[in-house]
């Protein structure tokens, strides 16, 4: 048989389609899905470095002929040759062949008898990867085949692998299966028809799989003890032993199950029951008997056999060592220090510890991962990985201890949410180790860590692939966004539809250049009930922060959740603000929120200590009326007035198509913001305006108008609308206005006379005592603000001249009022 109908047979019989690498437009090198299967002659110009083609590993039904690991190190090659050799030596007798890629990496094959199904392949090719602790993701990492179990609507052919041997498409290098015993891509050469004859039944992979089961080694281990009258117990510790060394409390309970079916006898509920109780225990900080109870029972032969079997379930070998520490001789202050000098060691051989203002951070140099001290995933990485648990006394010293280490070497950096702007540059993430670096020319990937930007990306629970080797056509995310909306017309709407379409786009991209902008509107979006406005808030949420985040209501006495949620996400949706119109602490923490000013808190159960937090946060606030009347907010709120859908579609369903189109939608947004970047590059300055709060988002609009998803005349004339609705509703709203007229009919000479700010206060506070009105402000000062945002309306309906003088070597400012001018 020729090598090219091996090929045909193995990648390319019963599929449907295949790729083929071109040069785009842009003159980039990219894959390209072709109809059909190659004829013999296509593949031999393949294989004569003529063309590049690449094969699709899932099978219509499901099925696939083959698997593979790609094992890539772009900064390290031999790190590559290490991962692959482990691959190779850990499959031992199975047949694979492995082929230098050209370039930075490995492919190992397999190629399996007759077709399998998809989800025990990919099965085994994790289970093996998560066995030899191998990185997923960053530099080096490895990726298996195939990736998906399944074909989808949204990923119809699943991912492709290019086609062995051949030349690499970009360095035009030979490449060629390889003998890692015997000088790799140096040694000689293999025969490729030999390597590609080989097969391997699916049976073997899992007897492969069960031989090397962490759980069927610790079964082999354990059952001789596992006898009558004393299981019970054994259970108890196994699970205290093995939930220290962090294992899941499903992992012991399978466990147990499987000592239990191989002894053919005992109460297997009362087993199960022992497990779960350790697990609640543990987690309630209790103490709870593992090693020291199995070390009554099993020699010291059996107990060391036990501790290298278990522990590969942890993908951890500094748990051993602080297992060690923590059974060991010594004062306790001792343990915890020398603990936490193994986790502080470990970190900074495998990564890089960093601190910002609100926190300490850790960068794993393989995952490119950043972890947050405290957070969820900080916690898991030190359960499993050190056998720490978070809410565990000695588990807790250790974790003080290592920030208190971090804090004193980490260096000071900048920590990032899902986007940062330079100022000639826009860096994205999306949840991974990817960061798409988007200049007005090229969107470019790095790696996080890279080019001194850091993104919070372990928290993140976007977690999309890299786009950029998606074969997925970029879909305009507006079409989702807002294009279907329907918002408020006639007299009572502070702008048109469109405007507050366009005014509602230039909002969701001004995310991603916070930088560029000092204050940030609130995002208010207005209806009546059952009119969709949570919805919205909602979908665009989940668009920007993840699936799985959901809108927050307010607690009346709990601050600290909100300012909790401050540090950690981006966008924030406040939902049905009406109901917490008297919550007196919100209105200064969206204030600040909106100017960028930090927040000060005292930490828990420490009197002197404070926590600093800098929220870095984009607000949507949903409400049937505007929720706030003081200058302060109301005037940093962008108000979006829904009206209620003619044909409106269940919510389930819209984020059902979120779900599915997630990743052509961020293609279309990456293509929107480089179009963004190319008009703020183009468009360095505009004059701010006078007399609105929104001055620094209205700069960016003026900025960005000319962009082509955005209609910039009707953005900008929304926004000339809106402030100009804002200030009648605030003069509608202000209580001043009311003693004002009262004031000026009353006592019109007196109006008419100079008075500074500190005399009109208390002239003005008498008048609303006296006539019972409401009066909000305690000082002159507060007067002032609120004087100010109103200025433009007095001096037109009221006759308001200011001026400015000297008094004391300061300047002070007076207000005087006409009678005649007042607007009836």
């Known amino acids: 048989m020729t090598l090219a109908r091996l090929l045909y047979d193995i ?23 072709e109809e059909g299967i190659p004829s013999l002659a296509l593949i031999r110009q393949h294989l004569n470095g003529e063309v590049v083609l690449g094969a699709y590993t899932l099978l219509p039904g499901n099925m696939v002929r083959w698997m593979a690991f790609d094992v ?13 050799y482990k691959i190779c030596k850990f499959l031992g007798g199975i047949r694979y062949l492995i082929e230098w890629s050209g370039n930075k990496g490995y492919h190992i094959i397999i190629i399996f008898d007759e077709p399998v ?54 360095t035009q290098n030979w490449t060629c299966f390889v003998d890692p015993d015997n000088g790799w891509e140096e040694g000689p050469e293999k025969d490729p028809d030999k390597l590609l004859e080989q097969r391997v039944t699916l049976e073997q992979m899992k ?73 609640e225990k543990m987690f309630r900080n209790e103490k709870i008997r593992g090693f020291e109870g199995l070390s009554e029972r099993l020699p010291n032969s059996v107990l060391k056999e036990l501790s290298e079997a278990a522990s590969t379930q942890t993908f951890s070998a500094t748990l051993q060592m602080v297992d060690r520490v923590r059974l060991g ?216 922060e993840g699936p799985a985040e959901d809108v927050l209501g307010v607690v009346n006495d709990k601050p600290d959740s909100i300012r909790s949620s401050l540090m950690v996400h981006k966008v924030l949706v406040l939902d049905n603000l009406e109901k917490a119109n008297k919550v007196s602490w919100l209105t200064d923490v969206l204030n600040r929120v909106s100017t960028g000013s930090h927040i000060e808190i005292r930490k828990l159960y420490e009197t002197n200590s404070v926590l600093k937090i800098v929220p870095n946060c984009f607000v949507i606030i949903t409400a049937t009326e505007m929720p706030f009347s003081e200058e302060t907010v109301f005037t940093r709120m962008l108000p979006i007035e829904l009206a209620p859908l003619k044909t409106p579609r269940p919510e389930h369903q819209i984020q059902v198509q979120l779900l599915s189109q997630m990743e052509a939608l961020w293609k279309g ?31 960016f609009c003026a900025r960005i108008q000319g962009a082509s998803f955005l209609d910039g005349k009707q953005l900008m004339d929304g926004l000339g609308s809106m402030v100009s609705r804002q200030r009648k509703a605030l003069q509608e709203a202000s209580p001043f206005i009311q003693v004002l007229e009262i004031y000026i009919r009353t006592r019109p000479q007196d109006a008419g006379e100079w008075k500074n700010m500190s005399e009109l206060f208390q002239v003005m506070q008498k008048i609303a005592t006296t006539n019972r009105m409401e009066w909000r402000w305690s000082s002159a000062q507060g007067l002032s603000r609120h004087v100010g945002m109103l200025e ?21 400012s007076q207000y005087k009022f006409v009678v005649n001018t007042i607007d009836t």
């Open 72 to 84: 890539d190190s772009k900064a390290d090659p031999a790190k590559a040759k290490e991962i692959a």
């Open 329 to 544: 001789k010594g004062q306790n202050f001792q343990k915890v220090r020398m603990s936490a000098l193994i986790a502080i060691n470990h970190f900074k051989e495998r990564g890089r510890l960093v601190q910002d203002v609100n926190n300490v951070y850790w960068l794993d140099d393989q995952t490119k991962s950043l972890l947050a001290f405290g957070g969820s995933a900080w916690n898991l990485y030190m359960h499993a990985n050190f056998g720490l648990n978070p809410v565990d006394s000695f588990g807790k010293q250790v974790a003080e201890e290592v920030r208190m280490f971090s804090r004193a070497e980490a260096q000071t950096i900048s920590v990032h949410k899902r986007s940062y702007w330079d100022g000639e540059r826009a860096h994205i993430n999306l949840g991974g180790p990817e960061v798409y670096v988007v200049d007005s020319t090229s969107i470019t990937v790095a790696q996080n860590g890279e080019n001194g930007v850091l993104f919070l990306n372990s928290e993140d629970n976007l977690r999309l692939p890299n786009l950029m080797q998606l074969e997925v056509s970029p879909l305009s995310p507006w079409s989702f966004l807002v294009n279907d909306l329907s918002f408020l017309t006639g007299e009572n709407a502070s702008a048109t539809p469109t405007q507050q379409r366009e005014l509602l786009k230039a909002w969701i991209i001004s995310i991603f250049f916070a930088q560029a902008m000092p204050t940030r509107p609130i995002l208010t979006l207005l209806a009546a009930a059952g009119a969709g406005k949570t919805t919205t808030a909602r979908r665009i949420l989940r668009f920007l």
């Open 792 to 812: 433009p309306q007095l001096i037109r309906h009221f006759g308001m001249s200011v001026r400015k003088t000297r008094k004391n070597g300061s300047e002070v």
């Open 117 to 170: 199904a998809a989800v025990d392949a990919k099965a085994i090719g994790d289970h093996i990867r998560d066995v030899l602790m191998l990185p997923k993701s960053g530099d080096p990492h490895v990726e298996v085949y195939p990736k998906q179990d399944r074909l989808t609507e949204s990923n119809p052919l699943g991912n492709l692998l290019r086609l062995p041997l051949g030349r690499h498409p970009t």
């Open 207 to 279: 007897n492969l799989v069960k031989q090397q089961d962490p759980i069927e080694k610790v079964v082999r281990i354990l059952l001789p003890y596992w006898t009558s009258g004393q299981r019970h117990e054994m259970a108890l510790y196994t699970a205290g032993y093995l939930a220290n060394l962090g294992w899941t409390q499903d992992s012991v309970l399978e466990l147990v199950k499987l000592l239990t079916e191989e002894c053919g006898e005992g109460d297997l509920d009362n087993l199960l029951e022992a497990v779960t109780d350790t697990f």
């Open 669 to 699: 947004m990456l293509i929107d913001l480089q179009e963004a970047v190319r008009q703020l590059k183009a468009v360095k300055t505009v004059e701010a305006p006078n007399e609105s709060r929104l001055a620094d988002f209205t700069v």
């Open 11 to 33: 990648f390319f019989e019963g599929c449907t389609h295949y790729s083929m690498a071109k040069v785009n437009d842009a003159g980039r090198l990219a894959y390209y899905t």
